[in-house]
């Protein structure tokens, strides 16, 4: 989510997402992916309910990404995921695509053409997935990224 000072979802999961490369890992686009047992619990439409990302030099500083603003992701058995963030601000949504994996508590998210980022995840039952890590926000609008960390509590759009 680079395009509004945004950082890969998957900093955060970020979170989302954080929150996509074309999920094939290089190969060709008729090539057929197998489903990634690890990506199961991920796999359906999330909405955020929560989305904020707050300064790690100040933690008075921080943007709420659901006020007024909105974040999907969704999460194919491959682990391809296409995410969708609308700031309040933007004219068009910022849309990545990438590969998502999953291993122990932790979720990378590999956007196409950016940095994978990782974050912890925790599930409050099949339906409520937690996101918390790192990532970079422009919270000054001035064009450098700064250091934050990401929180995002998505629901099932689809359960």
């Known amino acids: 989510m680079r395009g509004y000072g945004f950082a890969p979802l998957s900093r955060p999961l970020l979170v989302a997402v954080a929150l996509l490369a074309t999920g094939c890992g290089g190969s060709s686009p008729t090539a057929i992916v197998e489903p990634d047992p690890a990506v199961a ?58 590969q998502l994996s999953a291993v122990g508590n932790s979720v990378t998210l590999r956007p196409q053409g950016g940095p994978a980022a990782t974050s912890s995840y925790t599930f409050e ?10 990532t970079e926000f422009d919270f000054n609008e001035d064009g450098d990224l700064d250091d934050a960390e990401a929180h995002i509590v998505l629901e099932r759009a689809d359960g």
């Open 41 to 98: 619990p991920f796999v359906g439409d999330w909405e955020a309910t929560e989305f904020t990302v707050t300064s790690v030099q100040n933690s008075e500083v921080f943007f709420d990404v659901t006020d007024g603003g909105s974040f999907t992701i969704n999460v194919q058995p491959s682990g391809t995921y296409t995410a969708i963030i609308d700031f309040p601000n933007l004219v068009t949504p910022v849309i990545e695509i990438g």
């Open 125 to 134: 039952g099949v339906d409520r997935l937690i996101l918390d890590g790192p």
